[in-house]
Each structure stands twice: as structure tokens, then as C-alpha cells.
């Protein structure tokens, strides 16, 4: 087969809505955490282009068109974020100090376990910004210097993780406040933990989806300054 | 659904057009999000305009990511290479923020829950 042939957008396309098609089947069938359909799709796929010799240069040209919806569903979270804004308005303190609590766990804990464990200048400087949604995550490390296409692999690996136990673990270390449990898992695995939080429970899913904005501003703001003070 | 599409696409056109207009290193569509809030909030965009479309794209949120994620077998070397810091780290902080933040949030609620009301 010509590769060309695999360099067009229906390819990236068809590969990407198939493979995740049969990743939900699985997840629904089994009910499995470890069957999360985002998580199981990825390495389906990069299984499949590695084993087809496929590089992903030309799967790519089709998976941008599945990314690009990415940005109107961004948008598109003012919904459910209208829809519960009395029940978030009344708790404005908690969220506004727990996102920045979180944030700042988030630089603390991944740059200074990194650094610790020996990780490379450009590994520590990539992971500062893991808990943020990829496009602003990607602008911060561009400003602090780390290597931005590794900073996405590690946002979307931080996603993941979050998706597949965050609501779980939450429950597990006592928390039951539904907006509480939100807010932790969209601060912490952003829009891959929001998609999750919006399958189990509506208002925790508008929070999340808040939470990735303003955890996405503060880290903004707060890591260059950061970086600033230690280099 | 189409006039849903219209209004969720032209808000991402003019948070993007805000973004590099501005500078500001927050993202196109994080803008968009904040102002169709002010413009429902204000009345300008009815809710049942844009609810079915809205309610599509976020049903489906998780595929989205998948080809960005596909992206990560570029740096499979350099991941592999440093595989225990990496996944050290990214493992070990992402519990904490969670513990951190749902924490922090559910101690001020329930102080916050007290006086609101």
C-alpha cells in the first residue's frame, strides 16, 4: 500500500473514531477503570501505527480534525458552568482558594519530585505545567523553557490517570462533597478528568470545567514568576 | 443545533482574535468559554440556542484528546530514557493535587456552608 495513501484525513479519522468506538464497547462490557475508553484508544493506536510502520506524521492529518473539536467543546463548557452558576457563585471562596491550592501542589510536587528522582533540566521544566489544559500548558513552557510537545504527552498522561480513579480516589480519602470532588479531579487531570466527571455526576463536571480555566490563568501567571525567583 | 455550532465557533473566532490581539498567554478558546458565560449571563445568547450543540461536543470531550495523546509515542525515547522521575512524578502529583484541592475545598465549604444562606 502506497503511504500515501495513509497521509490523508480520512485515514486519521476513521482510525481514531474506530479505535475509540471499540475502546467504549470494551469499557462498557467490562466496566473496568483500566478500560478508560481515551486511555485504552491511545495505545491502541500508537500499537497499531508502530506495529503498520504508519508514522505519525500521516496519522496525524486526520487527527487534527478530531482535535480541532477540542476547541468549540472548551467554549462550549459555559453550559453546564451557566447552568449550576447559583450552586458556584455561593461557593466562590472554597473553589477560588482550593484551585489555588491545588495549583500550587501541582508545580511543588511534579518539578521537585522530578528534580529530586534526577530527571533533567528539560524533564523538571516539562512536568511544571502537567495539571494544566494542554494549549495553556504549552504557552507556559514555551515562556519557562522546557520542551512543549513532551509537556502535551504529560498533560494527556496526567488526564488519563485522573480520569481512570480520580472520582474514585477522591471518595477514597473521605471527600463527599460533590463540588469538592469536582473541582480536585478538573484541577488536577483538566479536561480529560472533566470529560470523566461529566459521565458521573453533572454538577462535579461544571466544576471541573471551571476548574480548568482558572487552574490554566493561575498557573499562568504564578510559574513564570516562580521560575523567575529560582533561576 | 447548526445555530448552536455558529454561536460556540464565532465565540472561539473572537476569544482567539483576543488572544493574539492582546498577548495574553491564555488560550483562545479559555476566552471564548469566559465570555459566552458574561453573554448568557447579560441575556445576549439564550441557553436553548446553543444547549443541543453544546450538549453533543461535551458527551464526546474524552475523544478529542485521543490524537493529542497519540502524540506522546514521539517522545517515546526520551520518556523511556527518564522513565522514573517521569512517571514518578506525574503519578505521585497528580494524587496530590487531588488530595490537596478536594481538601482545601470541602474544609472552606463546610465553614463557607454554615454562614451562606
Known sequence: MPSEFFATPLFGITLTIVVYALAQMLYRRTGSLFCNPVALSILGIILLLLACRIPYRSYAVGGHYILFLLGPSVVALAVPLYARRREIWARRTPILVGVAAGGLASVVSASGLAWLLGGSHDVVLSLAPKSVTTPIAISIVEKIGGIAPLTAALVVMTGCLGAICGPEFCRLIGLRNRVAIGLAVGTAAHGIGTARMLEVDRLGGAVAGLAIGLNGLLTAFLLPMLFLLFS | ?117
Not at chain 2, 473566532?13 to 483562545?28: A, M
Not at chain 2, 458527551?59 to 495523546?69: D, M, R, T
Open chain 2, 1 to 117: 443545533m447548526i445555530r448552536g455550532f455558529a454561536v460556540l465557533l464565532g465565540f472561539q473566532f473572537f476569544g482567539e482574535l483576543l488572544s493574539r490581539w492582546s498577548g495574553i498567554p491564555i488560550p483562545g478558546n479559555v476566552i471564548g468559554m469566559a465570555l459566552l458565560l458574561a453573554a448568557l449571563g447579560c441575556g445576549w445568547v439564550k441557553l436553548a440556542w446553543i444547549e443541543e450543540a453544546a450538549e453533543l461536543l461535551l458527551s464526546h470531550l474524552a475523544l478529542f484528546f485521543v490524537p493529542a495523546g497519540v502524540g506522546v509515542m514521539i517522545y517515546g525515547g526520551l520518556i523511556a530514557r527518564e522513565w522514573l522521575p517521569i512517571s514518578i512524578a506525574t503519578v505521585v502529583s497528580t494524587f496530590v493535587v487531588m488530595a490537596v484541592t478536594g481538601w482545601v475545598a470541602s474544609l472552606l465549604d463546610r465553614e463557607g456552608g454554615e454562614h451562606a444562606e
